[in-house]
Nanobody
Framework: QVQLVESGGGLVQAGDSLTLSCVAS????????MGWFRQAPGKEREFVAN????????TYANSVKDRFTISRDNVKNTLYLQMNRLIPEDTAVYYC???????????????????WGQGTQVTVSS
C-alpha cells in the first residue's frame, strides 16, 4: 500500500493557476502509475489525469486537456497537478491515487487505483 497526502488546494478566481501536490510514503512510489480524480458535490468521482511509472506517458480528461499538467518526481515521491486557466466547473475535491498493482498501465477508472489520498478542496469563483 502507498499512503498519499494531497496539498495545495484553495480558493481562486477564474483564470488563475494552482498546483496540487501529493506526497507518497514508502519506497515503492516509483513502481506505481498515478492518477488525479475529482469529485464535485452531488456528482460521481471523475478522472482528471494519469501518468505512468516513469512519467513519460500521460493521459487527460477532455475537460482539462491543454489546461492541466500531471507530473511526478520519483526522487521526492511526489505527484503534481499544475492547473492553469481554472474555471468554476473545476471546483471539486481533488484526489490523488496510486495504481492498484505495481507497474500496471495507468487506468482511467477509480477501480484501477488501490490507494487514495484524503483529498484537497479546489474552489474557483467566477
Amino acid at each position: 500500500q502507498v499512503q498519499l497526502v494531497e496539498s495545495g488546494g484553495g480558493l481562486v478566481q477564474a483564470g488563475d493557476s494552482l498546483t496540487l501536490s501529493c506526497v507518497a510514503s514508502g519506497r515503492t512510489f516509483r513502481a506505481y502509475a498515478m492518477g488525479w480524480f475529482r469529485q464535485a458535490p452531488g456528482k460521481e468521482r471523475e478522472f482528471v489525469a494519469n501518468i505512468n511509472v516513469l512519467g513519460g506517458t500521460t493521459t487527460y480528461a477532455n475537460s482539462v486537456k491543454d489546461r492541466f499538467t500531471i507530473s511526478r518526481d520519483n526522487v521526492k515521491n511526489t505527484l503534481y497537478l499544475q492547473m492553469n486557466r481554472l474555471i468554476p466547473e473545476d471546483t471539486a475535491v481533488y484526489y490523488c491515487a496510486a495504481g492498484a498493482n505495481p507497474f500496471n498501465t495507468p487506468g482511467g477508472r477509480p477501480q484501477d487505483f488501490g490507494s487514495w489520498g484524503q483529498g484537497t478542496q479546489v474552489t474557483v469563483s467566477s
